[in-house]
Protein backbone atom coordinates (compact mmCIF):
# COMPACT_ATOMS: atom_id res chain seq x y z
CA UNK A 1 0.00 0.00 0.00
CA UNK A 2 2.86 2.78 1.00
CA UNK A 3 4.44 2.16 -2.17
CA UNK A 4 1.37 2.63 -4.59
CA UNK A 5 0.94 6.08 -1.98
CA UNK A 6 4.08 7.02 -2.81
CA UNK A 7 2.63 6.81 -6.90
CA UNK A 8 -0.42 8.56 -6.63
CA UNK A 9 1.80 11.29 -4.30
CA UNK A 10 4.32 12.07 -7.01
CA UNK A 11 2.02 12.42 -9.95
CA UNK A 12 -0.72 14.59 -7.67
CA UNK A 13 2.13 17.03 -6.85
CA UNK A 14 2.21 18.39 -10.41
CA UNK A 15 -1.23 20.26 -9.26
CA UNK A 16 0.11 21.89 -6.27
CA UNK A 17 3.13 23.57 -4.63
CA UNK A 18 2.86 22.07 -0.36
CA UNK A 19 5.30 22.63 2.15
CA UNK A 20 7.52 19.29 2.54
CA UNK A 21 6.29 18.43 5.71
CA UNK A 22 2.74 18.67 3.71
CA UNK A 23 4.19 16.16 1.44
CA UNK A 24 5.31 13.86 3.62
CA UNK A 25 2.09 13.81 5.76
CA UNK A 26 -0.03 13.20 2.60
CA UNK A 27 1.92 9.97 1.92
CA UNK A 28 -0.54 7.31 4.06
CA UNK A 29 -3.85 8.82 1.68
CA UNK A 30 -3.84 7.08 -1.41
CA UNK A 31 -4.72 11.19 -3.01
CA UNK A 32 -2.81 14.55 -2.01
CA UNK A 33 -4.35 16.63 -0.76
CA UNK A 34 -5.11 20.70 -1.20
CA UNK A 35 -6.56 22.54 1.29
CA UNK A 36 -9.16 20.12 2.08
CA UNK A 37 -9.75 18.97 -1.75
CA UNK A 38 -8.54 15.45 -3.00
CA UNK A 39 -7.22 15.22 -5.57
CA UNK A 40 -9.41 12.86 -8.15
CA UNK A 41 -7.82 11.73 -11.53
CA UNK A 42 -10.22 11.13 -14.77
CA UNK A 43 -11.47 7.97 -16.22
CA UNK A 44 -9.31 5.46 -17.76
CA UNK A 45 -6.20 6.59 -15.57
CA UNK A 46 -4.79 4.15 -13.12
CA UNK A 47 -1.10 2.64 -12.41
CA UNK A 48 -0.33 -0.81 -13.43
CA UNK A 49 -0.47 -2.52 -9.74
CA UNK A 50 -0.19 -5.90 -10.90
CA UNK A 51 3.21 -5.16 -11.87
CA UNK A 52 3.86 -3.23 -8.02
CA UNK A 53 6.95 -1.23 -8.04
CA UNK A 54 6.76 -0.93 -11.89
CA UNK A 55 3.58 0.57 -11.83
CA UNK A 56 4.46 2.82 -14.79
CA UNK A 57 5.11 0.02 -17.58
CA UNK A 58 7.91 -0.88 -19.99
CA UNK A 59 8.99 0.67 -22.92
CA UNK A 60 11.75 0.06 -25.80
CA UNK A 61 13.03 2.23 -28.42
CA UNK A 62 15.44 3.29 -30.80
CA UNK A 63 16.08 0.29 -32.47
CA UNK A 64 18.97 -0.63 -34.19
CA UNK A 65 20.13 -3.81 -36.19
CA UNK A 66 21.91 -5.15 -33.48
CA UNK A 67 20.36 -2.89 -30.11
CA UNK A 68 17.44 -1.41 -28.60
CA UNK A 69 16.50 0.81 -25.54
CA UNK A 70 14.68 -0.91 -22.51
CA UNK A 71 13.34 1.57 -20.37
CA UNK A 72 11.20 1.18 -17.08
CA UNK A 73 10.62 3.29 -13.77
CA UNK A 74 10.36 1.78 -10.62
CA UNK A 75 8.85 3.18 -7.13
CA UNK A 76 11.18 2.06 -4.22
CA UNK A 77 9.11 1.26 -1.17
CA UNK A 78 11.55 2.46 1.23
CA UNK A 79 11.87 6.32 0.78
CA UNK A 80 15.19 6.81 2.53
CA UNK A 81 16.82 4.67 -0.24
CA UNK A 82 19.57 6.10 -2.29
CA UNK A 83 19.35 4.00 -4.65
CA UNK A 84 17.94 1.07 -5.78
CA UNK A 85 19.29 -2.12 -8.51
CA UNK A 86 16.97 -3.84 -11.43
CA UNK A 87 17.55 -6.71 -13.01
CA UNK A 88 16.79 -6.86 -16.76
CA UNK A 89 16.08 -10.23 -18.94
CA UNK A 90 15.71 -10.32 -22.62
CA UNK A 91 14.28 -13.44 -24.42
CA UNK A 92 13.46 -14.94 -27.26
CA UNK A 93 9.61 -16.17 -26.46
CA UNK A 94 7.11 -13.88 -23.67
CA UNK A 95 7.53 -17.09 -21.22
CA UNK A 96 11.13 -16.33 -21.04
CA UNK A 97 12.24 -20.41 -21.41
CA UNK A 98 15.07 -19.05 -23.55
CA UNK A 99 16.75 -15.77 -21.79
CA UNK A 100 18.90 -14.87 -24.01
CA UNK A 101 20.58 -11.70 -22.05
CA UNK A 102 20.30 -10.37 -18.70
CA UNK A 103 21.51 -7.48 -16.21
CA UNK A 104 21.21 -4.95 -13.96
CA UNK A 105 21.03 -1.15 -14.01
CA UNK A 106 21.56 1.31 -10.58
CA UNK A 107 18.72 3.62 -10.48
CA UNK A 108 18.20 6.79 -8.50
CA UNK A 109 16.10 9.91 -7.61
CA UNK A 110 18.53 11.75 -9.41
CA UNK A 111 17.27 10.06 -12.89
CA UNK A 112 13.62 10.40 -11.35
CA UNK A 113 14.17 6.41 -10.66
CA UNK A 114 13.75 5.86 -14.56
CA UNK A 115 15.56 2.42 -15.60
CA UNK A 116 17.03 2.25 -18.97
CA UNK A 117 19.55 -0.58 -20.51
CA UNK A 118 20.93 -0.19 -24.07
CA UNK A 119 20.77 -3.88 -24.80
CA UNK A 120 23.48 -5.03 -27.55
CA UNK A 121 24.68 -7.98 -29.16
CA UNK A 122 21.29 -8.57 -30.67
CA UNK A 123 20.17 -10.27 -34.15
CA UNK A 124 18.39 -7.87 -36.50
CA UNK A 125 15.01 -8.23 -37.71
CA UNK A 126 13.94 -10.46 -34.61
CA UNK A 127 11.60 -9.93 -31.82
CA UNK A 128 12.63 -9.99 -28.22
CA UNK A 129 10.46 -9.99 -24.93
CA UNK A 130 12.10 -8.32 -22.11
CA UNK A 131 11.16 -7.58 -18.23
CA UNK A 132 12.45 -6.08 -15.39
CA UNK A 133 12.76 -7.40 -11.88
CA UNK A 134 13.66 -5.56 -7.96
CA UNK A 135 15.75 -7.01 -5.45
CA UNK A 136 12.73 -8.54 -3.33
CA UNK A 137 11.41 -10.75 -6.72
CA UNK A 138 8.86 -8.41 -8.00
CA UNK A 139 8.57 -8.30 -11.81
CA UNK A 140 6.76 -5.48 -14.02
CA UNK A 141 4.56 -5.91 -16.93
CA UNK A 142 6.60 -7.59 -19.98
CA UNK A 143 7.40 -5.91 -23.15
CA UNK A 144 7.87 -6.43 -27.05
CA UNK A 145 10.56 -5.04 -29.10
CA UNK A 146 12.44 -5.50 -32.51
CA UNK A 147 15.51 -5.01 -34.17
CA UNK A 148 15.88 -3.24 -37.16
CA UNK A 149 16.34 -5.27 -39.95
CA UNK A 150 19.91 -5.13 -42.47
CA UNK A 151 19.90 -6.05 -46.06
CA UNK A 152 17.04 -6.81 -48.64
CA UNK A 153 13.85 -6.71 -46.16
CA UNK A 154 10.39 -6.58 -48.45
CA UNK A 155 8.64 -4.39 -46.44
CA UNK A 156 8.89 -1.88 -43.07
CA UNK A 157 6.03 -0.20 -42.05
CA UNK A 158 5.59 3.01 -39.11
CA UNK A 159 3.19 3.97 -36.90
CA UNK A 160 3.31 7.53 -36.85
CA UNK A 161 1.66 9.63 -34.40
CA UNK A 162 1.59 13.25 -32.71
CA UNK A 163 -0.22 16.36 -30.31
CA UNK A 164 -1.42 13.77 -27.80
CA UNK A 165 -3.06 15.65 -25.21
CA UNK A 166 -3.88 13.76 -22.35
CA UNK A 167 -6.13 16.16 -21.19
CA UNK A 168 -8.15 16.92 -24.43
CA UNK A 169 -9.77 13.12 -24.88
CA UNK A 170 -9.23 9.49 -24.53
CA UNK A 171 -6.02 8.03 -25.69
CA UNK A 172 -8.36 5.75 -28.17
CA UNK A 173 -5.79 5.58 -30.96
CA UNK A 174 -2.67 4.15 -28.47
CA UNK A 175 -4.96 1.67 -27.77
CA UNK A 176 -5.63 0.60 -31.52
CA UNK A 177 -1.28 1.50 -32.47
CA UNK A 178 -1.08 -1.19 -29.48
CA UNK A 179 -2.90 -4.33 -31.10
CA UNK A 180 -1.31 -3.98 -34.67
CA UNK A 181 1.05 -7.13 -34.83
CA UNK A 182 3.39 -6.23 -37.91
CA UNK A 183 5.42 -2.72 -37.34
CA UNK A 184 8.94 -1.91 -37.31
CA UNK A 185 8.33 1.22 -34.70
CA UNK A 186 6.13 3.73 -33.47
CA UNK A 187 7.36 7.20 -34.34
CA UNK A 188 6.29 10.24 -32.61
CA UNK A 189 7.08 13.45 -34.38
CA UNK A 190 6.58 15.74 -31.27
CA UNK A 191 4.21 17.10 -28.32
CA UNK A 192 4.08 13.77 -26.48
CA UNK A 193 3.18 15.20 -22.97
CA UNK A 194 1.23 18.95 -22.98
CA UNK A 195 2.66 21.95 -20.29
CA UNK A 196 -1.00 22.95 -20.73
CA UNK A 197 -4.54 22.76 -21.10
CA UNK A 198 -6.90 23.91 -24.12
CA UNK A 199 -9.52 25.89 -22.79
CA UNK A 200 -11.70 24.69 -25.21
CA UNK A 201 -10.91 20.72 -24.90
CA UNK A 202 -11.11 19.76 -21.32
CA UNK A 203 -12.40 16.54 -21.70
CA UNK A 204 -10.15 14.33 -18.85
CA UNK A 205 -8.97 16.95 -16.60
CA UNK A 206 -8.11 15.99 -13.08
CA UNK A 207 -8.67 18.44 -9.63
CA UNK A 208 -7.14 21.04 -8.79
CA UNK A 209 -6.75 21.94 -12.22
CA UNK A 210 -3.33 20.86 -13.77
CA UNK A 211 -0.32 23.66 -14.01
CA UNK A 212 1.80 23.79 -16.34
CA UNK A 213 5.59 22.53 -15.31
CA UNK A 214 7.85 25.29 -14.50
CA UNK A 215 10.88 23.04 -12.88
CA UNK A 216 12.59 19.72 -13.33
CA UNK A 217 10.46 18.02 -11.23
CA UNK A 218 7.57 19.14 -12.16
CA UNK A 219 8.24 17.97 -15.90
CA UNK A 220 9.16 14.43 -14.82
CA UNK A 221 6.04 14.48 -12.32
CA UNK A 222 3.52 15.36 -15.62
CA UNK A 223 5.61 12.50 -17.90
CA UNK A 224 4.70 10.25 -15.26
CA UNK A 225 0.87 11.60 -15.06
CA UNK A 226 0.56 10.34 -18.58
CA UNK A 227 1.90 6.84 -17.84
CA UNK A 228 -1.49 6.25 -15.80
CA UNK A 229 -3.25 6.04 -18.79
CA UNK A 230 -3.04 2.36 -19.81
CA UNK A 231 -3.24 2.72 -23.19
CA UNK A 232 -0.45 4.62 -23.80
CA UNK A 233 1.41 2.04 -21.75
CA UNK A 234 -0.20 -0.27 -23.92
CA UNK A 235 1.32 0.91 -27.20
CA UNK A 236 4.65 1.97 -25.10
CA UNK A 237 4.80 -1.90 -24.39
CA UNK A 238 3.99 -3.45 -27.73
CA UNK A 239 6.46 -1.70 -29.88
CA UNK A 240 9.82 0.26 -30.28
CA UNK A 241 9.04 3.87 -30.02
CA UNK A 242 11.54 6.82 -31.81
CA UNK A 243 10.69 10.26 -30.95
CA UNK A 244 11.76 13.66 -30.78
CA UNK A 245 10.56 16.90 -28.52
CA UNK A 246 8.14 19.86 -29.52
CA UNK A 247 7.41 22.92 -28.12
CA UNK A 248 4.69 21.54 -25.79
CA UNK A 249 7.40 18.73 -24.53
CA UNK A 250 10.52 20.96 -24.03
CA UNK A 251 10.33 25.01 -22.86
CA UNK A 252 12.62 26.94 -25.00
CA UNK A 253 12.38 30.54 -23.44
CA UNK A 254 13.04 30.08 -20.10
CA UNK A 255 17.01 28.46 -19.73
CA UNK A 256 16.62 26.70 -16.28
CA UNK A 257 13.12 25.21 -17.31
CA UNK A 258 14.33 24.55 -20.73
CA UNK A 259 17.41 22.26 -19.17
CA UNK A 260 14.89 20.66 -16.93
CA UNK A 261 12.51 19.89 -19.96
CA UNK A 262 14.99 18.16 -21.85
CA UNK A 263 16.55 16.13 -19.18
CA UNK A 264 12.78 14.49 -18.15
CA UNK A 265 12.13 14.06 -21.73
CA UNK A 266 15.64 12.03 -21.96
CA UNK A 267 14.74 10.02 -18.83
CA UNK A 268 11.19 9.00 -19.71
CA UNK A 269 11.61 8.33 -23.22
CA UNK A 270 12.90 4.56 -23.99
CA UNK A 271 15.21 6.83 -26.94
CA UNK A 272 18.94 6.97 -26.98
CA UNK A 273 20.77 10.08 -26.43
CA UNK A 274 23.40 11.27 -28.92
CA UNK A 275 25.47 13.18 -27.27
CA UNK A 276 25.54 12.90 -23.13
CA UNK A 277 26.84 15.75 -22.72
CA UNK A 278 24.46 18.30 -24.65
CA UNK A 279 20.96 17.44 -23.57
CA UNK A 280 19.65 19.64 -26.73
CA UNK A 281 20.86 17.36 -29.76
CA UNK A 282 18.04 15.09 -30.39
CA UNK A 283 18.76 14.82 -34.64
CA UNK A 284 19.76 11.69 -35.22
CA UNK A 285 19.72 8.29 -37.85
CA UNK A 286 17.95 5.03 -38.37
CA UNK A 287 18.37 2.04 -41.30
CA UNK A 288 15.83 -0.33 -41.22
CA UNK A 289 17.80 -2.48 -44.13
CA UNK A 290 18.10 -1.53 -47.64
CA UNK A 291 14.22 -0.34 -47.68
CA UNK A 292 14.27 2.93 -45.37
CA UNK A 293 16.49 5.40 -44.18
CA UNK A 294 14.81 7.64 -41.30
CA UNK A 295 16.23 11.11 -40.51
CA UNK A 296 14.65 12.80 -37.06
CA UNK A 297 15.49 16.02 -37.34
CA UNK A 298 14.72 19.21 -34.88
CA UNK A 299 13.94 22.14 -35.85
CA UNK A 300 12.47 24.10 -32.61
CA UNK A 301 15.83 24.40 -31.02
CA UNK A 302 18.13 25.18 -33.74
CA UNK A 303 15.92 27.66 -35.61
CA UNK A 304 18.09 31.25 -35.89
CA UNK A 305 21.00 29.70 -34.98
CA UNK A 306 22.98 30.59 -37.93
CA UNK A 307 22.29 32.24 -41.23
CA UNK A 308 21.66 30.60 -44.69
CA UNK A 309 22.85 34.06 -45.72
CA UNK A 310 23.27 37.46 -44.37
CA UNK A 311 19.72 38.34 -43.20
CA UNK A 312 18.42 35.15 -44.28
CA UNK A 313 17.74 32.69 -40.78
CA UNK A 314 18.02 28.75 -40.87
CA UNK A 315 15.39 26.68 -39.32
CA UNK A 316 17.99 23.76 -39.31
CA UNK A 317 21.04 25.82 -38.46
CA UNK A 318 23.96 25.15 -40.38
CA UNK A 319 25.70 22.17 -37.87
CA UNK A 320 22.20 20.33 -38.68
CA UNK A 321 21.77 20.95 -42.33
CA UNK A 322 25.40 19.51 -42.64
CA UNK A 323 24.64 16.57 -41.28
CA UNK A 324 21.34 15.98 -42.91
CA UNK A 325 22.75 16.07 -46.59
CA UNK A 326 25.63 14.66 -45.76
CA UNK A 327 23.36 11.49 -44.29
CA UNK A 328 21.42 12.19 -47.58
CA UNK A 329 24.50 11.95 -49.52
CA UNK A 330 25.99 8.61 -48.08
CA UNK A 331 22.47 6.53 -48.25
CA UNK A 332 21.81 3.55 -50.02
CA UNK A 333 18.44 2.61 -49.23
CA UNK A 334 15.53 2.52 -51.36
CA UNK A 335 13.46 5.28 -49.23
CA UNK A 336 14.62 8.24 -47.27
CA UNK A 337 12.22 9.59 -44.54
CA UNK A 338 12.78 13.03 -43.11
CA UNK A 339 11.04 13.40 -39.97
CA UNK A 340 10.04 17.17 -38.38
CA UNK A 341 7.95 18.14 -35.69
CA UNK A 342 5.93 21.10 -38.12
CA UNK A 343 4.17 20.95 -41.52
CA UNK A 344 7.24 21.05 -44.79
CA UNK A 345 5.01 21.99 -47.31
CA UNK A 346 3.43 25.42 -48.12
CA UNK A 347 -0.03 25.98 -46.46
CA UNK A 348 -1.43 28.54 -47.98
CA UNK A 349 -4.79 30.93 -46.41
CA UNK A 350 -4.05 33.91 -49.02
CA UNK A 351 -7.41 35.59 -49.24
CA UNK A 352 -9.41 33.79 -46.72
CA UNK A 353 -11.09 36.10 -44.46
CA UNK A 354 -10.08 35.98 -40.76
CA UNK A 355 -10.85 32.91 -39.26
CA UNK A 356 -9.10 33.19 -36.33
CA UNK A 357 -5.64 30.67 -37.86
CA UNK A 358 -2.79 31.88 -39.78
CA UNK A 359 -0.37 34.02 -39.86
CA UNK A 360 -0.36 36.33 -42.62
CA UNK A 361 -0.57 34.56 -45.78
CA UNK A 362 0.03 31.36 -44.53
CA UNK A 363 -1.07 28.75 -41.86
CA UNK A 364 1.98 29.31 -39.86
CA UNK A 365 5.43 31.11 -39.68
CA UNK A 366 6.68 28.42 -37.18
CA UNK A 367 6.63 25.76 -39.71
CA UNK A 368 8.72 25.41 -42.58
CA UNK A 369 6.70 28.74 -44.22
CA UNK A 370 8.20 30.67 -41.83
CA UNK A 371 11.55 29.86 -43.26
CA UNK A 372 11.12 29.43 -46.84
CA UNK A 373 14.56 30.03 -47.99
CA UNK A 374 15.53 26.60 -46.27
CA UNK A 375 12.58 24.65 -47.31
CA UNK A 376 13.99 25.12 -50.61
CA UNK A 377 17.89 24.68 -50.30
CA UNK A 378 16.57 21.50 -48.85
CA UNK A 379 13.79 20.03 -51.39
CA UNK A 380 16.98 22.11 -54.26
CA UNK A 381 19.26 19.52 -52.93
CA UNK A 382 17.34 16.85 -53.27
CA UNK A 383 16.60 17.92 -56.94
CA UNK A 384 19.96 18.63 -57.60
CA UNK A 385 21.53 15.36 -56.18
CA UNK A 386 18.63 13.33 -58.02
CA UNK A 387 17.96 11.48 -55.03
CA UNK A 388 14.48 9.47 -55.40
CA UNK A 389 11.83 8.53 -53.28
CA UNK A 390 12.08 11.43 -50.43
CA UNK A 391 9.27 11.21 -47.73
CA UNK A 392 8.56 13.68 -45.44
CA UNK A 393 6.54 13.04 -42.23
CA UNK A 394 5.23 15.92 -39.55
CA UNK A 395 2.76 16.70 -36.92
CA UNK A 396 2.11 19.75 -35.12
CA UNK A 397 -0.82 20.94 -36.75
CA UNK A 398 -3.65 19.01 -35.65
CA UNK A 399 -5.08 17.96 -38.89
CA UNK A 400 -3.95 14.99 -41.79
CA UNK A 401 -2.72 16.49 -44.84
CA UNK A 402 -1.21 14.47 -47.93
CA UNK A 403 1.09 17.32 -49.83
CA UNK A 404 3.51 17.32 -53.31
CA UNK A 405 6.81 18.41 -52.47
CA UNK A 406 7.66 20.55 -55.67
CA UNK A 407 10.38 23.11 -55.87
CA UNK A 408 7.88 26.10 -56.69
CA UNK A 409 3.99 24.88 -55.66
CA UNK A 410 2.07 27.46 -57.46
CA UNK A 411 4.66 27.73 -61.25
CA UNK A 412 2.83 25.50 -63.40
CA UNK A 413 5.51 25.32 -65.65
CA UNK A 414 7.57 23.32 -63.30
CA UNK A 415 5.15 21.34 -61.56
CA UNK A 416 1.91 19.77 -63.04
CA UNK A 417 -0.55 19.40 -59.80
CA UNK A 418 -3.33 17.62 -62.02
CA UNK A 419 -0.64 14.65 -61.80
CA UNK A 420 1.81 15.58 -59.37
CA UNK A 421 4.88 15.77 -62.40
CA UNK A 422 7.47 18.22 -60.77
CA UNK A 423 7.43 17.14 -57.34
CA UNK A 424 10.64 16.33 -55.73
CA UNK A 425 9.23 14.35 -52.24
CA UNK A 426 6.21 13.68 -50.79
CA UNK A 427 4.77 14.75 -47.31
CA UNK A 428 2.71 12.96 -44.61
CA UNK A 429 0.78 14.64 -42.02
CA UNK A 430 -1.43 12.06 -40.08
CA UNK A 431 -3.27 14.37 -37.18
CA UNK A 432 -3.15 14.49 -33.65
CA UNK A 433 -4.21 11.70 -31.58
CA UNK A 434 -6.08 13.73 -29.34
CA UNK A 435 -5.31 17.89 -29.62
CA UNK A 436 -8.01 19.51 -30.60
CA UNK A 437 -8.26 21.32 -34.61
CA UNK A 438 -10.90 22.78 -36.15
CA UNK A 439 -14.20 21.56 -34.42
CA UNK A 440 -13.09 21.96 -30.90
CA UNK A 441 -12.11 25.56 -32.06
CA UNK A 442 -15.94 26.02 -32.41
CA UNK A 443 -16.28 26.29 -36.00
CA UNK A 444 -19.38 24.85 -36.92
CA UNK A 445 -19.65 21.81 -39.93
CA UNK A 446 -20.30 24.12 -42.74
CA UNK A 447 -17.67 26.72 -41.96
CA UNK A 448 -15.19 23.87 -41.92
CA UNK A 449 -16.37 22.14 -45.03
CA UNK A 450 -15.79 25.62 -46.56
CA UNK A 451 -12.23 25.97 -45.41
CA UNK A 452 -11.09 22.80 -46.50
CA UNK A 453 -12.29 23.49 -50.01
CA UNK A 454 -10.89 26.74 -49.65
CA UNK A 455 -7.06 25.19 -48.51
CA UNK A 456 -7.81 22.71 -51.25
CA UNK A 457 -8.29 25.03 -53.72
CA UNK A 458 -5.13 26.93 -52.62
CA UNK A 459 -3.08 24.65 -52.33
CA UNK A 460 -2.39 22.90 -55.59
CA UNK A 461 0.27 20.49 -54.26
CA UNK A 462 -2.23 19.79 -51.76
CA UNK A 463 -4.08 16.31 -52.75
CA UNK A 464 -5.75 15.72 -49.02
CA UNK A 465 -7.21 17.13 -45.86
CA UNK A 466 -9.38 16.87 -43.26
CA UNK A 467 -9.87 19.43 -40.32
CA UNK A 468 -11.25 17.70 -37.64
CA UNK A 469 -10.37 14.40 -37.09
CA UNK A 470 -7.82 12.54 -34.40
CA UNK A 471 -5.58 9.07 -34.76
CA UNK A 472 -2.91 7.96 -36.31
CA UNK A 473 -0.94 7.42 -39.48
CA UNK A 474 0.89 4.48 -41.22
CA UNK A 475 3.57 3.88 -43.46
CA UNK A 476 4.38 0.85 -45.58
CA UNK A 477 6.90 0.43 -47.96
CA UNK A 478 8.00 -1.88 -50.15
CA UNK A 479 11.26 -1.53 -52.92
CA UNK A 480 8.30 -0.68 -55.28
CA UNK A 481 5.67 1.49 -53.39
CA UNK A 482 4.76 3.23 -50.78
CA UNK A 483 1.20 3.00 -48.92
CA UNK A 484 0.14 5.85 -46.67
CA UNK A 485 -2.68 4.97 -44.60
CA UNK A 486 -4.64 7.72 -42.04
CA UNK A 487 -6.65 5.92 -39.41
CA UNK A 488 -9.58 8.28 -37.63
CA UNK A 489 -10.37 7.11 -33.51
CA UNK A 490 -13.02 8.92 -31.54
CA UNK A 491 -11.33 10.86 -28.51
CA UNK A 492 -14.25 11.89 -26.57
CA UNK A 493 -14.76 9.11 -25.32
CA UNK A 494 -13.46 5.15 -24.37
CA UNK A 495 -13.51 3.35 -27.62
CA UNK A 496 -12.57 0.49 -29.64
CA UNK A 497 -13.78 1.87 -33.25
CA UNK A 498 -11.53 3.72 -35.59
CA UNK A 499 -12.03 4.47 -39.18
CA UNK A 500 -9.72 4.87 -42.31
CA UNK A 501 -9.80 8.23 -43.40
CA UNK A 502 -7.35 8.38 -46.21
CA UNK A 503 -5.29 5.91 -48.37
CA UNK A 504 -2.87 6.75 -50.44
CA UNK A 505 0.25 5.13 -52.58
CA UNK A 506 3.58 6.96 -53.35
CA UNK A 507 5.25 4.42 -56.20
CA UNK A 508 8.81 4.16 -56.47
CA UNK A 509 10.92 7.30 -58.79
CA UNK A 510 7.80 9.20 -59.18
CA UNK A 511 8.08 11.84 -55.83
CA UNK A 512 4.43 12.58 -56.07
CA UNK A 513 1.02 11.21 -54.53
CA UNK A 514 -0.93 9.08 -57.22
CA UNK A 515 -3.98 10.73 -58.05
CA UNK A 516 -7.12 9.12 -58.94
CA UNK A 517 -7.59 6.66 -62.11
CA UNK A 518 -9.55 9.66 -63.45
CA UNK A 519 -6.95 12.37 -63.16
CA UNK A 520 -4.20 10.27 -64.49
CA UNK A 521 -4.25 8.80 -67.67
CA UNK A 522 -2.08 5.07 -66.61
CA UNK A 523 -0.43 3.97 -63.46
CA UNK A 524 2.76 3.29 -63.63
CA UNK A 525 4.80 0.64 -65.89
CA UNK A 526 3.52 -2.73 -63.83
CA UNK A 527 6.97 -4.79 -62.58
CA UNK A 528 7.53 -8.67 -62.32
CA UNK A 529 8.58 -9.29 -58.64
CA UNK A 530 10.54 -12.66 -58.86
CA UNK A 531 10.05 -14.80 -55.38
CA UNK A 532 12.01 -18.63 -55.17
CA UNK A 533 10.70 -20.76 -58.21
CA UNK A 534 7.95 -18.26 -58.74
CA UNK A 535 7.44 -14.67 -60.53
CA UNK A 536 4.50 -12.30 -60.04
CA UNK A 537 3.24 -9.87 -61.94
CA UNK A 538 2.00 -6.93 -62.61
CA UNK A 539 3.00 -5.29 -59.62
CA UNK A 540 1.47 -2.83 -58.62
CA UNK A 541 -2.23 -4.66 -59.55
CA UNK A 542 -5.44 -3.66 -59.42
CA UNK A 543 -7.52 -6.68 -60.65
CA UNK A 544 -5.50 -9.62 -60.68
CA UNK A 545 -2.26 -10.99 -59.91
CA UNK A 546 -0.29 -13.36 -61.93
CA UNK A 547 1.94 -16.45 -60.63
CA UNK A 548 3.94 -18.39 -62.56
CA UNK A 549 5.82 -21.13 -61.37
CA UNK A 550 9.27 -21.35 -62.71
CA UNK A 551 10.88 -24.86 -61.09
CA UNK A 552 9.04 -28.62 -60.84
CA UNK A 553 7.07 -29.88 -57.96
CA UNK A 554 6.74 -33.31 -57.28
CA UNK A 555 3.63 -32.85 -54.68
CA UNK A 556 1.09 -30.38 -54.35
CA UNK A 557 1.47 -27.41 -53.33
CA UNK A 558 -0.58 -24.60 -51.66
CA UNK A 559 -0.37 -20.81 -53.41
CA UNK A 560 -1.60 -18.66 -50.91
CA UNK A 561 -2.19 -15.05 -50.29
CA UNK A 562 -2.28 -13.11 -47.20
CA UNK A 563 -2.66 -9.50 -45.72
CA UNK A 564 -0.05 -7.63 -43.86
CA UNK A 565 -0.99 -9.60 -40.55
CA UNK A 566 -0.80 -13.15 -42.07
CA UNK A 567 -4.40 -13.38 -42.73
CA UNK A 568 -4.94 -16.14 -45.48
CA UNK A 569 -7.18 -13.91 -48.19
CA UNK A 570 -6.76 -16.62 -50.82
CA UNK A 571 -5.90 -20.49 -51.45
CA UNK A 572 -5.20 -22.50 -54.28
CA UNK A 573 -3.93 -26.21 -54.26
CA UNK A 574 -2.13 -26.45 -57.42
CA UNK A 575 -1.02 -30.41 -58.72
CA UNK A 576 2.23 -32.00 -59.14
CA UNK A 577 4.19 -30.28 -62.31
CA UNK A 578 5.06 -27.61 -64.32
CA UNK A 579 2.86 -25.04 -64.47
CA UNK A 580 3.25 -23.04 -68.15
CA UNK A 581 0.40 -20.79 -67.87
CA UNK A 582 0.43 -18.49 -64.89
CA UNK A 583 -2.21 -19.30 -61.78
CA UNK A 584 -4.60 -15.87 -61.92
CA UNK A 585 -5.80 -14.10 -58.38
CA UNK A 586 -8.39 -11.83 -58.33
CA UNK A 587 -7.89 -9.04 -56.24
CA UNK A 588 -10.62 -6.73 -56.98
CA UNK A 589 -12.57 -7.41 -54.25
CA UNK A 590 -9.70 -6.53 -51.54
CA UNK A 591 -9.00 -3.03 -50.36
CA UNK A 592 -5.81 -1.09 -51.69
CA UNK A 593 -2.89 -2.13 -49.34
CA UNK A 594 -0.02 -4.29 -49.20
CA UNK A 595 -0.20 -8.24 -49.64
CA UNK A 596 1.97 -11.23 -49.94
CA UNK A 597 2.04 -13.91 -51.81
CA UNK A 598 3.39 -17.24 -51.12
CA UNK A 599 4.62 -20.08 -52.37
CA UNK A 600 6.95 -23.16 -51.08
CA UNK A 601 6.58 -20.90 -47.64
CA UNK A 602 8.66 -18.05 -49.51
CA UNK A 603 6.68 -15.04 -49.56
CA UNK A 604 6.97 -11.56 -52.27
CA UNK A 605 5.08 -8.35 -51.32
CA UNK A 606 2.55 -7.02 -53.73
CA UNK A 607 0.32 -3.85 -53.94
CA UNK A 608 -2.87 -3.57 -54.48
CA UNK A 609 -3.65 -0.09 -55.81
Known amino acids: MFASTVVWYRVAYMYCALPVFYLVACLVCPFLLRGQTAVS???????????????LGVASGDPLPDRVIIWTHITPSNPDVTAVSVNWQVAADSLFTTI??????????????????????????????YRFSDEEGNTSATGKTKTAPTGNVPVVKFAIASCSSIFSGYFNAYNQIAQLTDLNCVIHLGDYIYDSVDPDEQVRLPEP??????????????????????????????????????NHDVERNDPADATGSRQAFWEYLPIRQPDTLQNQLIYRPFRFGNLVQLLLTDILLHRNESEIEPGIPSMLGQTQYNWLTNQLLNNPATWRVIGSQKMV????????????F????????????GF???????????????????VFISGDAHVSRLVDLPLYPFDTLSYNPATGQGSVAVEMLPTSIS??????????????????????????????????????????????????????????????????GARWVCFSGQNHWRRTVTSVAAPPQPQITIGKDFTVYPNPASQTFYVKITAPFTTSQSLRLTDAQGKILISQTLM???????????????????????????????VKW
Not at 209 to 223: A, E, I, K, M, T
Not at 358 to 369: Q, R
Not at 447 to 476: M, R
Open 372 to 390: PQERLRVLQFLANNNLQNN
Open 209 to 246: YPQGPQNLQQWRNRHAYYLLDPDLRAARQQHPWVAIWD
Open 576 to 606: PGILHTPVALSVAHLPAGLYRIYWQEQPVTV
Open 41 to 55: YPPRMYADSLHAPFY
Open 100 to 129: LQSGAVFTSAQIDWTVKADVTALLPNNTYY
Open 345 to 356: GTWSIAGLPPIG
Open 435 to 500: RGNFDEAGLPATIVNAISTAFANLNPHEVFNQLTQHGYGLLSFTPDSLLAEIWYCPILTQSAAQTL
Open 358 to 369: GDGDVADLNSWD
